[in-house]
Each structure stands twice: as C-alpha cells, then as structure tokens.
T-cell receptor, first 116, second 111 residues
Framework: GAGVSQSPSNKVTEKGKDVELRCDPISGHTALYWYRQSLGQGLEFLIYFQGNSAPDKSGLPSDRFSAERTGGSVSTLTIQRTQQEDSAVYLC??????????????FGQGTRLTVV | GDSVTQMEGPVTLSEEAFLTINCTYTATGYPSLFWYVQYPGEGLQLLLKATKADDKGSNKGFEATYRKETTSFHLEKGSVQVSDSAVYFCALSHNTDKLIFGTGTRLQVFP
C-alpha cells in the first residue's frame, strides 16, 4: 500500500482479555517499530524489528506484551490479560533501515486501545 | 540514557506571529535530531531533520539548527498560519536505532 496501515483503528476490550494489533508496513521497508502514545505522554518506544528479528525489545513494558513479524512484512503486537493502564494509542512505523535508519520512518494512523 | 525535553504547551499564537518551540536533548555521541508533526486526525510525519552539529533542517517555512554546544534543536517559523496548528515532537536517534521522542508541544494558531 501507499503508507503504513494499522488495524483495527479502534479497539475496546474488557480487562483481562487478549488483543492483537496489526501493522502492514510500506512495501520494501526492512525496519519496523512499535510505539505507544498515552494521553499526556510522549511516544514510548516498545520494540524494533529488522527483517523478522527484533534486536531491540527493551521498551516492552511487561511479559504480557509480545510482538512478531513474519515474511519481513506484517507485524502483530499482542497484549495478554489487558489492564486499564494499557489504554493508549499504539503506533507502528517503518523505514528502509540501513544507514538512513529511523530518519525516514513513516508512521501509521495508530490503533486506539481502550480497556474497560 | 538518552532523552529529549520539550517546552510544555499549548503554545497559542495569532496568525503571522513568530514561533519558537524549545527542544534540548541528552545523549551520548552524536545523534541525529528530528522534528515530527502530528496534524489533527493524521499520523506522525517527519517535518525536518539534522544529522550533525551546525546542520540546519528546514521544511514548509520551519527551521531548526543542531546546536551541540547547547544540546538544543529549537523549532522556529517566522510567520505561522492556522494550518500549522498541530502537535510537534522533537526526537533523536543513533543511526538505525529507535527514535526517542519528547512529550510533544501542541501549537494552536488563531486567525
């Protein structure tokens, strides 16, 4: 597609349920990033993929959070046993990687997650 | 660790006023510096960047200069428009590493 696509755009879930958030990066982009934007907060880094591997997952807040990327393309962020503090906008970005790195990162519209 | 500090908003200006949004950073080495913008209802977009000291990034009338001596990357525009109303994020990164963002500054421009 023309840009980074995220689905769903909105998700309301009950506390304790699992959720999956999907990101389709720009075709050919090897680097993929997940961020979280909470109300009144900045953008918090979660995890970075280069191809299918994740050299930096230091931002995942707990073991309830996991992410995978298959075929060097689509990525899924999974949150297990959701808590109210997980409510936020989850943003995905992709870039060519390599020497340009995150300098040319393109962001999706985000998934707004609300845990009730 | 590395961090970015931005002035808190909202910044409220009349059309054609001069804009400055302050950004300072703490980092090891020589990171690249960025300003991203998020217009209402839209995703984050790269506004401008600078990759080494004394570089000036510019786009759409906005400018920012990489000042190593003051560890700053302040965003400026000589004459703002209503359409510039958005949230502006300062960020840094090291090569292919993650972007580290500030908390964002909301700009509101009134006619």
């Amino acid at each position: 597609g023309a840009g980074v696509s995220q689905s769903p755009s909105n998700k309301v879930t009950e506390k304790g349920k699992d959720v999956e958030l999907r990101c389709d990066p720009i075709s050919g982009h090897t680097a993929l990033y997940w961020y979280r934007q909470s109300l009144g907060q900045g953008l918090e880094f979660l995890i970075y993929f280069q191809g299918n591997s994740a050299p930096d997952k230091s931002g995942l807040p707990s073991d309830r959070f996991s992410a995978e990327r298959t075929g060097g393309s689509v990525s899924t962020l999974t949150i297990q046993r959701t808590q109210q503090e997980d409510s936020a906008v989850y943003l995905c970005a992709s870039s060519w990687g390599g020497s340009r790195g995150s300098a040319e990162a393109f962001f999706g519209q985000g998934t707004r997650l609300t845990v009730v | 660790g590395d961090s970015v500090t931005q002035m808190e908003g909202p910044v409220t200006l009349s059309e054609e006023a001069f804009l400055t949004i302050n950004c300072t950073y703490t980092a090891t080495g020589y990171p690249s510096l960025f300003w991203y913008v998020q217009y209402p209802g839209e995703g984050l977009q790269l506004l401008l960047k600078a990759t080494k000291a004394d570089d000036k990034g510019s786009n759409k009338g906005f400018e920012a200069t990489y000042r190593k001596e003051t560890t700053s990357f302040h965003l400026e525009k000589g004459s703002v428009q209503v359409s510039d109303s958005a949230v502006y994020f300062c960020a840094l990164s090291h090569n292919t590493d993650k972007l580290i963002f500030g908390t964002g500054t909301r700009l509101q421009v009134f006619p």
